[in-house]
């Protein structure tokens, strides 16, 4: 089955120490999204890739970096996590931008900072 | 400032009735309008969706309504089943890429 698949799913990290989350998609989506949601709250869009051209949202920190090595793989960086950074971490795809109204999800990663 | 609105974090329905789920929302340019459903341990799967231009979409239990007016959106699950059981995302798009959710509903459907 086409899929977007997101390792690990559980992450625990030190406070300021660098951690990366993988995202891959079988599904030749032309978008990669990341968001970050938190306990209780509306997932939050991070940034996304449309092929290779990178869109930050303008209220996503910069201690969070991304990577989209190709098609089928896209990275969140967390350079120095606090413990505010801690939540679930989705990955989604669309086709393309015009059908950004259906995105496809990945199971998550749960991220704890210690 | 939320944009989509979830007002109940939950709802308890027995099994067989109707589900209906609320979503309100501020922004005029939403252009299109989602439901998504999550189940623990699994990332949201999109459920079924609404254009402005429209004020209904059906897709076999499941049936969205809008409310341009009140700026309102439902969703109703009839009859629910105990595999509905989640929790439900609003979201909306206002013409470009990015979707504002809601914090979502969790319903659960007694047996």
């Known amino acids: 089955d086409a899929m977007v698949i997101q390792n690990p799913r559980y992450q625990v990290t030190q406070f300021g120490k660098p951690v990366t989350l993988s995202c891959s998609q079988t599904l030749n989506h032309n978008v990669m999204y990341w968001y970050q949601q938190k306990s209780s709250q509306a997932p939050k869009l991070l940034f996304h890739?449309?092929?290779?051209?990178?869109?930050n949202e303008a209220d996503t920190p910069d201690n969070f970096q991304s990577r989209r090595p190709n098609t089928s793989f896209c990275f969140l960086d967390i350079r120095s996590p606090g413990l505010g950074d801690a939540a679930m971490y989705l990955c989604a795809t669309s086709r393309d931008l015009g059908s950004s109204y259906e995105q496809y999800f990945g199971p998550g990663t749960r991220l704890t900072v210690t | 400032d939320q944009q989509v609105k979830q007002n109940s974090p939950s709802l308890s329905v027995q099994e067989g009735r109707i589900s209906i789920l609320n979503c309100d929302y501020t922004n005029s340019m939403f252009d299109y309008f989602l439901w998504y459903k999550k189940y623990p341990a699994e990332g949201p799967t999109f459920l079924i969706s609404i254009s402005s231009i429209k004020d209904k979409n059906e897709d076999g239990r499941f049936t969205v309504f809008l409310n341009k007016s009140a700026k309102h959106l439902s969703l109703h699950i009839v009859p629910s089943q105990p595999g509905d059981s989640a929790v439900y995302f609003c979201a909306a798009r206002a013409g470009s890429y990015q979707l504002t959710f809601g914090k979502g509903t969790k319903l659960s459907v007694i047996p």
């Open positions: 890739y449309y092929d290779k051209d990178f869109n």
